[in-house]
């Protein structure tokens, strides 16, 4: 089994690294024998923002992170980060959770790779 961890760092808008990387940890969580976790920190913590609504046609961070969690990805969003910018455990949409430094570090000595965005 083979274990990737992605660590985002933009926010889900205005650029395109966060989108791209949410990409690529579905891609593999789709694999046989992959299991994928995803740090949400800085500004990335944003992307779980509950009830997100785009222009028709432009792709949703929201639902992105949601068909990660149905391939059993896991969602933690740095808890600091969180409180810089207002966001509550409430305001996080529901595959996502409130997080630590400390479990970035037990989910990167887990890790076979892992990737930042």
């Known amino acids: ?47 779980a923002k509950r009830g997100q609504r785009v222009t028709k046609g432009y792709y949703n961070i929201e639902t992105m992170l949601a068909a990660l969690t149905l391939h059993k990805a896991d969602i933690g969003v740095c ?20 997080s630590s430094m400390d479990e970035l570090t037990t989910w990167t000595q887990w890790a076979d790779r892992v990737l930042v965005f």
């Not at 889900?12 to 024998?33: C, D, I, K, Q, V």
């Not at 808890?79 to 966001?87: N, P, T, V, W, Y």
């Open 79 to 98: 808890g600091s980060c969180m409180d810089a910018r207002g966001l509550a455990d409430a305001d996080l949409a529901e595959e996502s959770r409130r």
């Open 1 to 47: 089994m083979s274990k990737t961890l992605f660590i985002l760092n933009d926010p889900p808008y205005g650029t395109e690294r966060s989108y791209n990387g949410l990409r690529l940890a579905g891609s593999l969580a789709r694999r046989e024998g992959e299991q994928v976790k995803v740090f949400l920190i800085g500004d990335a913590s944003s992307c």
